[in-house]
């Protein structure tokens, strides 16, 4: 586990500033990334998944954002750790990494491809900033990509203008304008939520695909259990800006420990039973106004005195199964400065 | 069969406009030919992919758009009448009968206007009791839903998207209508939020007797709320059964293909997906014969060349589907579709 490892987050704290008083979007997560490995993070809307993911390409929304505390650690293969957190984000270190290691695509295709430049353009002016990039070699690997993404036939496509294609294409061609550098990580936020069934079924078994062709690590952001489960190795389950479970996919999927998690399960409609949904009572709680203690406790149905009062801890399983809940933590042995073991 | 509504042949045409003199250059068609039953008491589901045409389906049913061609026959206290042909001033009243719940509670609510003042509309435009009186009720509805009563005077922006949408279906339940059209109605909202949401809704036909058309994309939530689906495809149904019955024995190819695209949140079992090619095909310009041919796994030569009628199948149970190859094609339901090991 030491050896492959590939991004390391201790403690990251993303805030942000606003009239409203302070919002802390991520407040103290850890978590890993391994080669080769598909870690799905899992939340509600305004959880803090999205801002991670942009904190670790450190581009956090300049307006009030920043990252406060905390580092990200990506292990590049073959030369010294990068601490990205404290890279700033407009350096030239930070530039090499964005794109040619860690590469990123977004859940609206339309609103980040550029209408005024054809799809080629685009991919093509990504695979100039390699070094000793020429035009012609740099248009030839174009449309092998385009051909590889399923966008056919790709010499016509390549001339064509992101509004010319449908979601699904423009999905394939975000995914081609990511992967043309080689990435050794590849963070997906939400990439399938724009679109229909069919299509994301497509999209997802690209990305599958794409990964296990290009040995990239693959984060995949969603609010979609089903997505989850259909890609992850691992899984993250975030929760007002914190992790409160992570284990792998098939432990998280058969015993989830966190009430949360255990909530969200099962309120998903399953094909095949009609019994009645159970339902996490209440909803997500405004960020201006966090709960005492532990920020699910007003919406949990196992909370007890100690969870109202004081915030939970990392608690960890032998199987490496983390757990931040009160539950869990029995012994004060269990549970050490700041959930850090 | 009893029928609360009955859509016949129902036709929506959209003219597609432009050049210099603004004319009228094709037409959309968003729906084409469409005939529908519904039950009183029963909630059928209407799913699809984007742009096949089930929101202007649901949207024709309340006259939202004037149906180009076709009925819509709905049957109120042993009078039947064809919303289709009426006067917008004629349809006032029916309008208490047939409301709809849109998808995104963010735009249909207005955001100048109280709750109290929105839940209390329908009542004051129906010209029904007094303002307190309506007041009282809109109290009532309020709780029912799940909300406070001291909501009345607050605005749309202090909810939250779950709290939205109950006020959403409290407006649209306030004239106690017959026949609730919910249009992607928790697709707007968080996972968590999406289960009480769908439960409120289950409670709310058992208590109050009412009749659903639940349009949806996602087919797990159909298959929880619904007794029959229907499968739309490039403005026609090409497939309608009971809802067990589709997902276990599916007919028409473009069905099973949805069902093995489903992301299924269960890592031990293993999906065969059907690959369907491409995307939707522009419905301005459908293809020829069977509209499903250019991305079905099952196309035959003459399924490009002569359109499919629905038809019973075989087996009958009042199952129907519109394929060529029906009595031939053995196709997978969702368990098949999904190899559950551990």
């Given at each position: ?28 997560i850890?978590f ?20 991670t993911?942009?904190?670790i390409m ?18 590049p ?8 957190a ?11 990494i ?17 209408p005024?430049?054809?799809?080629g ?33 790709p ?35 939400e990439?399938?939520?724009a679109?229909?069934v ?15 062709r290009?040995g ?15 890609m ?11 992790v409160v479970e ?16 255990q ?5 998903i ?11 996490i ?16 406790s007003?919406?949990c ?6 969870c ?9 399983k ?10 869990y ?13 | ?10 036709v ?18 968003a ?26 389906l ?18 109120l ?18 309008r ?16 100048r206007?109280t ?18 009186s ?15 009563e ?55 036909q ?13 087919l ?8 029959r ?57 459908p293809?020829?014969?069977?509209r ?31 394929c ?19």
């Open positions: 586990m030491r050896d492959d490892r590939l991004l390391t987050v201790r403690n990251l704290k993303v805030s942000f500033h606003t009239d409203l008083g302070e919002v802390k979007a991520v407040d103290g850890n890993d990334i391994a080669r080769n490995e598909t870690v799905g993070v899992v939340g509600e809307s305004g959880c803090g998944k999205s801002m993911s942009l904190a450190n581009m956090v929304p300049k307006l009030g954002g920043s990252i406060i505390g905390g580092s990200i650690c990506y292990y293969p073959e030369s010294k750790p990068v601490m990205i404290s890279l700033k984000p407009n350096s030239k270190e930070m530039r090499n964005r794109g040619a290691e860690i590469s990123m695509i977004f859940q609206e295709p339309m609103a980040s491809l550029t005024v430049y054809t799809i353009h685009q991919i093509v002016e990504s695979l100039m900033l390699e070094p000793d990039m020429n035009k012609r070699t740099a248009t030839e690997k174009a449309y092998q990509l385009l051909e590889l993404v399923g966008i056919t036939p010499q016509q496509r390549f001339r064509e203008y992101p509004h010319q294609l449908s979601g699904g294409m423009r999905q394939r061609a975000m995914i081609a304008m990511a992967i043309c550098r080689d990435p050794n990580l590849l963070i997906a936020d990439p399938t939520t679109l229909d069919t299509i994301e079924a497509q999209i997802l078994d690209l990305l599958r695909e794409m990964r296990n290009f990239m690590s693959l984060m995949i952001i969603t609010h979609d259990l089903g997505v989850i489960g259909e992850a190795d691992r899984v993250i389950v975030m929760y007002m800006g914190k992570c284990a792998s996919c098939k432990t998280l999927f058969s015993s989830p420990l966190h009430p949360y998690t909530g969200l399960m099962h309120s409609p399953v094909i095949g039973k009609k019994e009645r949904l159970s339902t009572k209440g909803s997500v709680p405004s960020p201006y106004d966090l709960p005492q203690g532990c920020s699910f007003p919406r149905p196992q909370a007890f005195e100690r109202f009062s004081e915030d939970p801890c990392e608690v960890i032998e199987t490496g199964h983390t757990v931040t809940c009160w539950l933590a029995n012994h004060s042995a269990d549970c050490l400065s700041g959930g850090k073991v | 069969m009893n029928t609360i509504l009955s859509v016949r042949d129902l929506k045409y959209f003219p597609i406009r432009g050049g210099v003199f603004h004319g009228v250059r094709g037409f959309v068609r729906v084409d030919g469409v005939d529908l039953d519904i039950a009183p008491g029963e909630t059928v589901g209407l799913v699809g992919e984007s742009g096949c045409g089930k929101t202007t649901g949207r024709c049913i309340i006259r939202l758009h004037a149906p180009s061609q076709g009925n819509i026959f709905f049957s206290g042993g009078k039947t009448q064809d919303l289709a042909k009426m006067k917008p001033r004629e349809l006032n009243p029916i208490s009968r047939i409301q709809y719940v849109f998808q995104d509670p963010f735009s249909s609510l207005n955001s206007m709750i109290g003042d929105v839940v209390t509309e329908p009542l004051k435009i129906q010209k029904i009791g007094t303002s307190k309506r007041l009282q009720r809109a109290r009532e509805l309020l709780i029912r839903v799940g909300l406070s001291d909501m009345l005077n607050r605005y749309p922006h202090e909810f939250s998207g779950g709290q939205r949408q109950r006020i959403v279906v409290a407006r649209s339940l306030v004239l106690d209508p017959d026949l609730l059209i919910c249009d992607e109605p928790v697709s707007a909202l968080d996972v968590s939020v999406q289960s009480q949401v769908l439960n409120l809704l289950k409670d709310l058992s208590e109050m007797g009412l009749t659903y058309l639940f349009i949806a994309h996602d797990s939530v159909v298959n929880y709320v619904s007794d689906v229907m499968v739309m495809y490039l403005g026609k149904i090409v497939e309608i059964a009971q809802s067990e019955e589709l997902y276990t024995h599916p007919r028409h190819p473009y069905t099973e293909a949805l069902l093995s695209s489903i992301p299924i949140a269960d890592p031990f079992s293993e999906t065969k997906r059907i690959p369907l090619k491409g995307s939707v095909p522009n419905a301005a310009n293809p020829s014969g069977c499903f041919h250019t991305r079905c796994a099952y196309a035959q030569k003459r399924c490009s060349e002569t359109e499919p009628a629905l038809a019973e199948c075989p087996t009958g149970s009042d199952h129907f589907a519109a060529l190859r029906l009595e031939e094609l053995h196709l997978k339901g969702f368990d098949e579709l999904r190899n559950r090991g551990s």
